[in-house]
């Protein structure tokens, strides 16, 4: 662990910082927004499941309103159109999900633990593992989850702080989110911020 966290203390102290503080507060300022504004983006975090986030990015733009009015065949033609893997699939799932377009805020302010409100979210909107739904709750402010998908996985792997799952069971994600909480805390940072910083470490990157 000490390693890593020698990494990530220089990222701190690097022009990167700002980047990363820039980003949290645009989750934040997110989360403060319509039930609309909020469900395009549990949209985009349902385009993200085994798919590109850059792509995924990139088609959220494109279909921005449409997630709220497209039919699930026209959406089905946009997301092919716009090259998603699984068009099919995830129309369905966003169209089901609609049901939540008006209400999604309020639910979600209903909820004062994170553990809980992400297990409804799993639970109730088809297409989201616990992966995806910290994903969307991340992305709208919260703070306290971790996002585990292969990127966040190879890193610890590389520090010698976890064996590869074969499997990612919801006992395991919660003990690799326990260690990466364990890792924020000892790094003066929210899991959240955390994540920022190692995905920067392991693709050079900082999406959303």
Request: some cysteine; glycine content about 4%; overall charge positive.
């Amino acid at each position: 662990m000490k390693n890593l966290l020698e990494t990530v203390e220089k990222l701190k102290k690097a022009q990167i910082r700002k980047t990363i503080d820039n980003r949290i507060k645009e989750f934040t300022e997110l989360g403060k927004k319509s039930s609309s504004e909020i469900f395009k983006e549990l949209c985009f975090c349902i385009l993200t499941a085994n798919f590109n986030a850059e792509k995924s990015i990139k088609i959220q733009n494109e279909i921005g309103e449409g997630f709220l009015t497209l039919s699930e065949s026209e959406l089905v033609g946009k997301l092919t159109y716009l090259g998603h893997r699984f068009p099919n699939a995830r129309a369905k799932y966003i169209v089901e999900s609609r049901k939540y377009k008006d209400s999604l805020k309020d639910l979600i302010n209903s909820f004062k633990n994170e553990n809980e409100l992400r297990d409804w979210v799993v639970k109730n909107i088809k297409g989201l593992g616990y992966k995806e739904s910290s994903h969307f709750l991340r992305n709208i402010g919260h703070k306290n989850l971790a996002i585990i998908d292969f990127h966040i996985i190879d890193l610890l792997v590389k520090y010698g702080l976890i064996e590869k799952p074969k499997t990612l069971s919801k006992k395991r994600y919660l003990e690799i989110e326990n260690l990466l909480k364990q890792i924020a805390e000892r790094a003066n940072l929210t899991p959240a911020e955390l994540d920022l910083y190692l995905w920067y470490i392991e693709t050079g990157k900082i999406l959303k």
